[in-house]
């Protein structure tokens, strides 16, 4: 149980292009979801965390016009890199959490490189 | 801010050997607090969590201790085998958020 996809697993796109990462809940519904961003050989940063059918929370330093999260149903959230550049290259991971728990499933990745 | 210190960044042990990862957070309210295992290339995946009513935790060869009191917890890996080279991650608890460790290299030598 609890298992989360990621689509696509990776992307290369060309500066200035959008490009959009889906994020699913197989067999649950997913009151929350997170999305975080990780460079190579570091720890998870988290950007920002949605909630079913309200605009999302971005931390500190996310600029929330370049990376759009949807969060439309208890299943799917989107994270929509607008306008990407080569320093928008990185792996981009979401998790879902349960109603009313603290437990975070993650997907599998998103790998982006930006040309 | 409320922060979470990992050590080792690296730890190689021989194979069949015990692996021991430490944590320590900040945040006295913190109430949850997984690992996490990560693959290269890949999500990183829960392997045991620990809640803050709870001194120990064991699933087959993972342990997880936690000392509420000197705020810190362990991951504790016996018999290691190669398929548990990753890197792991500790996380405490914020509400619903996580803060996260920096990460530990495990090494499994044959």
Same mark, same amino acid.
């Given at each position: 149980?609890?298992?989360?996809?990621?689509?696509?697993?990776?992307?290369?796109?060309?500066?200035?292009?959008?490009?959009?990462?889906?994020?699913?809940?197989?067999?649950?519904?997913?009151?929350?979801?997170?999305?975080?961003?990780?460079?190579?050989?570091? *720890?998870?940063?988290?950007?920002?965390? %949605?909630?079913?059918?309200?605009? #999302?929370?971005?931390?500190? $330093? &996310? =600029?929330?016009?370049?990376?759009?999260?949807?969060?439309?149903?208890?299943?799917?959230?989107?994270?929509?890199?607008? *306008?990407?550049?080569?320093?928008?290259? %990185?792996?981009?991971?979401?998790? #879902?959490?349960?109603?009313? $728990? &603290? =437990?975070?499933?993650?997907?599998?990745?998103?790998?982006?490189?930006?040309? | 801010?409320?922060?979470?210190?990992?050590?080792?960044?690296?730890?190689?042990?021989?194979?069949?050997?015990?692996?021991?990862?430490?944590?320590?957070?900040?945040?006295?309210?913190?109430?949850?607090?997984?690992?996490?295992?990560?693959?290269?290339?890949?999500?990183?995946?829960?392997?045991?969590?620990?809640?803050?009513?709870?001194?120990?935790?064991?699933?087959?060869?993972?342990?997880?201790?936690?000392?509420?009191?000197?705020?810190?917890?362990?991951?504790?890996?016996?018999?290691?085998?190669?398929?548990?080279?990753?890197?792991?991650?500790?996380?405490?608890?914020?509400?619903?958020?996580?803060?996260?460790?920096?990460?530990?290299?495990?090494?499994?030598?044959?």
């Amino acid at each position: 149980g609890a298992v989360v996809s990621q689509h696509p697993s990776w992307v290369i796109c060309k500066s200035g292009t959008s490009v959009k990462i889906e994020c699913r809940s197989l067999d649950f519904q997913a009151t929350t979801m997170f999305w975080y961003r990780q460079f190579p050989k570091q *720890s998870l940063m988290l950007m920002a965390t %949605s909630n079913e059918g309200s605009k #999302a929370t971005y931390e500190q $330093g &996310v =600029e929330k016009d370049k990376f759009l999260i949807n969060h439309a149903s208890l299943t799917l959230s989107t994270l929509t890199v607008t *306008s990407a550049h080569p320093e928008d290259s %990185s792996f981009y991971i979401c998790s #879902a959490g349960l109603a009313g $728990g &603290v =437990e975070q499933y993650f997907g599998p990745g998103t790998r982006l490189t930006v040309t | 801010g409320e922060n979470v210190e990992q050590h080792p960044s690296t730890l190689s042990v021989q194979e069949g050997d015990s692996a021991v990862i430490k944590c320590t957070y900040s945040d006295s309210a913190s109430n949850y607090f997984p690992w996490y295992k990560q693959e290269l290339g890949k999500g990183p995946q829960l392997i045991i969590d620990i809640r803050s009513n709870v001194g120990e935790k064991k699933d087959q060869r993972i342990a997880v201790t936690l000392n509420k009191t000197a705020k810190h917890f362990s991951l504790h890996i016996t018999e290691t085998q190669p398929e548990d080279s990753a890197v792991y991650f500790c996380a405490a608890s914020r509400g619903y958020q996580l803060i996260w460790g920096a990460g530990t290299k495990l090494i499994i030598k044959p």
